[in-house]
C-alpha cells in the first residue's frame, strides 16, 4: 500500500504476504481481510537495519515479527544490485515510481511498472491533470486527487460536510452548570425516530469530570433531539444518575445554557412510586405511566429498564420512547472495576471505575495485602522514557544472582548428600531446601526476563505470554513457599531435639521425606488457583505492552479473594510465627537447663565445702 500527497513521490506504507498453495494450478483464488493498524515501533524487526542500502525494510501488518526487504525505485535483480536501464532513462513521469519486473508473467516484464504520484495518470505517468485546479472544495476544504481522472475528494473542516464541503453541519453548543459531586460522567446524543419511537444513538462521549461547555456537529439536517448526562457517583452500576438536559424537536443548532439538578433528573419509576401511590401503581405498566406526570408535581422525566419518558408541559400526559440504558457499559475492566464506554466506534475510548484499592487503565493494580506483584513494581519504569536501562538490569542481575548463587548452592548440595548427612532428618531438609534455593533463583530470572519483555512488548504471542505468566508465578509462588516452610521444618526439627535430647522419632529420615513431601503436595494444591487466574493482560500501554494479573471470576470475586488472602497469609506468616516461636522455645529451654546445671553445681559445691 502507497501514500500520496500532491507533487510527492508514493510512500510505501504497509505490506501484507500471504503464501500461495498449490501454485502448480491455472488459477488460485486469495480472499483476505486486510487490516490497517498503527504498529509498535519498538518491536520493528526493520530497526536492525537487516536490508541493504537499495532496499526498503518493510515491517509486514499481518506478522509484526517479519520483514520484507524490497527493491527501491529504479533497481532490480538479485539484492536489488542491478539499476535498470529504462527507469534511469526516465522510463515513468516525474515523481513516480519506477518498478522493474513488476508487470508479471502474464502482462510482461519487458517494461518497468510505474506508481504515479497525485495528478498523473496513464501508462507511464506521463499525463498531468490536476482537478483541484481551482479548488472545487467550499469552506477551506482540501482537495485531494483521486486515482480516477475525473474525480476528487474534499477533506472538510468540522463546520461543514458534503461531497464538496457545501453544507453546514448540524451543531450543538450547551453551557452546563453542574454541583454534584461525581467520578465519570457520560454524555449521550439521540435521534427519535417518530415511526418506531425509538431513541437511536448518534454519538456518545465519556469523561472522568463533565465538562461547562460541550460542542457537537453531525452530518444529519436537524441536531440530536435529546441530550441525555449520566453521572457516576460511585464505582458501582448502582450510583448512576440520569439527566435530560436538551429536548428540541426539528431544530438545526443548538445555543442554551442548561442545569444539573433535580428538576430535570429521571428518575427510575420504583423510586417514584411513594406511599400514597402504591395501591394505584405499585405495578405500572407503561399504559399507566400518565398517572406519573399528573400525580408528581415539576416531574420532567423518567425511566424505567425498556423506556425514557419525558412529561408534557401541562403534566397532563407522557411521550416513552424505546431507550437502551446500558449503551455506555462495556466489560474491559478487571478486578469488579465498572467500565464505561465513550465514543463506540472507538475501542480504546472507555475508562474504569476501579474499587478501593485498585488502579490502572483497567484496575489491574491491586494494592491490597498480598496482592501486589512483580509487574506493579516494575510497571511505571518500563514505560517509562529510560526503560532501556531497567530493561537491562532486569535481564543482568537475575542471572548474576543465578549464577553466583550456582557454586554455593552446588557445593551445598554435595555436601548433604552424603550419607552421613543423610541418616538424619535435618541432613534431608538442608540438601531440599539448597535444591529449592537454586531452583527459585533460576525461576525468579525467568519471571523478571518475561516480565520484561512482556511490558515491552517485545513478544507479540499473546497465548505463549498467557501460558507464561500462569507457569512462572505459580512455580514462583510455590518454590518460595516451599522455602519457608522447610527453614520453618528445621526450625521444629531443632526445638523437638533441645526439648527431647534422646528423641529420634522426629529425626528420622524417612520421616523427614514424608513431611517433605506432604508439606510440598499441600503448598502445590493450595496454590493451583493462580494456574487459572492469573492472565496475561494485553494493550495496557497505549494499545501494546501486557503485564501478568490475577483476574478472579465477578460472580465469585470475593470468595476467591477471601480464599487467596487466607492462603497467602497461611504460606506467609505462619512460618515466620513458626520460626520466632521455635526460636523463643529453644531460648527458653536452653537457658533453663543451664540454670539448672548451674544450681546444680553450686549444690555440689556446696556439699563438698
Known amino acids: 500500500m502507497y501514500k500520496g500527497e500532491n507533487f510527492k513521490e508514493p510512500l510505501l506504507t504497509a505490506v501484507w504476504q500471504y503464501p500461495i498453495y498449490f501454485d502448480y494450478l491455472p488459477v488460485f483464488c486469495l480472499s483476505k481481510v486486510l487490516h490497517l493498524n498503527e504498529q509498535n515501533r519498538n518491536r520493528n524487526p526493520c530497526l536492525n537495519k537487516p536490508c541493504n542500502e537499495k532496499q526498503d ?6 506478522d509484526e515479527n517479519k520483514y520484507i526487504c524490497l527493491c527501491k525505485s529504479n533497481f532490480t535483480g538479485e539484492n536489488c544490485s542491478i539499476k535498470d536501464q529504462q527507469c534511469t532513462d526516465g522510463y515513468c513521469g516525474s515523481g513516480s515510481l519506477c518498478k522493474p519486473n513488476y508487470r508479471g508473467l502474464l502482462m510482461g516484464n519487458e517494461l518497468p511498472y510505474c506508481i504515479c504520484s497525485f495528478n498523473r495518470y496513464g501508462e507511464r505517468c506521463d499525463i498531468i491533470h490536476d482537478k483541484c485546479l481551482p479548488n472545487p472544495c467550499e469552506h477551506n476544504g482540501s482537495c ?24 453546514k453541519k448540524s451543531e450543538v453548543k450547551l453551557c452546563i452548570n453542574n454541583s454534584i459531586d461525581h467520578i465519570a460522567s457520560v454524555i449521550q446524543y439521540f435521534d427519535i425516530d417518530f415511526t418506531s419511537l425509538d431513541l437511536n444513538l448518534v454519538h456518545q462521549q465519556v469523561d472522568q469530570t463533565l465538562p461547562i461547555s460541550i460542542e457537537y456537529r453531525h452530518d444529519h439536517t436537524t441536531a440530536p433531539e435529546i441530550i441525555l448526562v449520566k453521572l457516576f457517583t460511585s464505582n458501582t452500576k448502582d450510583f448512576i444518575q440520569l439527566y435530560l438536559i436538551s429536548l428540541h424537536i426539528d431544530v438545526t443548532s443548538i445555543y442554551a445554557t442548561t442545569q444539573i439538578n433535580q428538576k430535570n433528573r429521571c428518575y427510575h ?7 400514597n401511590m402504591t395501591q394505584t401503581i405499585s405495578n405500572p405498566s407503561p399504559i399507566k405511566y400518565h398517572a406519573f406526570c399528573q400525580n ?35 466489560s474491559y475492566c478487571m478486578n469488579g472495576g465498572t467500565c464505561v464506554k465513550g465514543n463506540r466506534l472507538h475501542l480504546q475510548d472507555y475508562i474504569c471505575l476501579c474499587p478501593p484499592c485498585h488502579s490502572g487503565s483497567r484496575c489491574q493494580f491491586n494494592s491490597n495485602s498480598f496482592g501486589f506483584t512483580l509487574d506493579q513494581l516494575f510497571y511505571t519504569d518500563l514505560v517509562s522514557k529510560n526503560y532501556k536501562i531497567i530493561f537491562r538490569l532486569l535481564i543482568i542481575v537475575p542471572l548474576l544472582l543465578f549464577l553466583l548463587a550456582l557454586p554455593n548452592n552446588c557445593f551445598s548440595i554435595m555436601t548433604f548428600r552424603r550419607q552421613n548427612c543423610l541418616n538424619n532428618s535435618i541432613g534431608q531438609y538442608l540438601l531440599v531446601l539448597n535444591i ?10 525467568a519471571r523478571l526476563i518475561h516480565l520484561a519483555i512482556n511490558i515491552t512488548d517485545m513478544n507479540s504471542y499473546p497465548l505463549i505470554n498467557n501460558y507464561l505468566c500462569k507457569i512462572l508465578n505459580y512455580l514462583l509462588t510455590s518454590s518460595n513457599r516451599m522455602v519457608y516452610w522447610l527453614s520453618s521444618l528445621i526450625a521444629i526439627e531443632r526445638v523437638y531435639m533441645t526439648i527431647f535430647l534422646n528423641g529420634r522419632w522426629l529425626g528420622k529420615p524417612h520421616i523427614a521425606r514424608r513431611l517433605i513431601i506432604l508439606t510440598f503436595i499441600g503448598i502445590l494444591i493450595s496454590d493451583i488457583h493462580e494456574l487459572v487466574f492469573i492472565v496475561s493482560l494485553y494493550g495496557i500501554n497505549k494499545d501494546y505492552g501486557g503485564m501478568c494479573v490475577i483476574d478472579f471470576p465477578i460472580n465469585h470475586r470475593s470468595i476467591w479473594l477471601k480464599f487467596h488472602l487466607i492462603i497467602s497469609i497461611i504460606n506467609s506468616i505462619l512460618p515466620l510465627l513458626i520460626n520466632i516461636g521455635c526460636m523463643i522455645t529453644i531460648s527458653y529451654v536452653v537457658t533453663q537447663k543451664k540454670m539448672k546445671t548451674r544450681q546444680m553445681i553450686i549444690c555440689m559445691y556446696e556439699k563438698h565445702n
Open 144 to 167: 485531494f486527487s483521486t486515482s480516477l481522472p475525473n474525480t476528487v475528494s474534499c477533506i472538510c473542516t468540522e463546520e461543514y460536510h458534503g461531497k464538496h464541503c457545501e453544507l
Open 57 to 62: 525494510c518493510q515491517q509486514l501488518m499481518n
Open 296 to 330: 408528581i408535581s415539576n416531574l420532567f422525566c423518567f425511566r424505567d429498564n425498556s423506556y425514557l419518558c419525558v412529561c408534557s408541559d401541562n403534566q397532563s400526559r407522557v411521550e416513552c420512547f424505546r431507550y437502551n440504558y446500558y449503551l455506555d457499559i462495556c
Open 436 to 445: 529449592i534455593n537454586q531452583f527459585n533463583l533460576g525461576i525468579l530470572a
Open 269 to 275: 419509576i420504583h423510586s417514584l412510586i411513594s406511599n
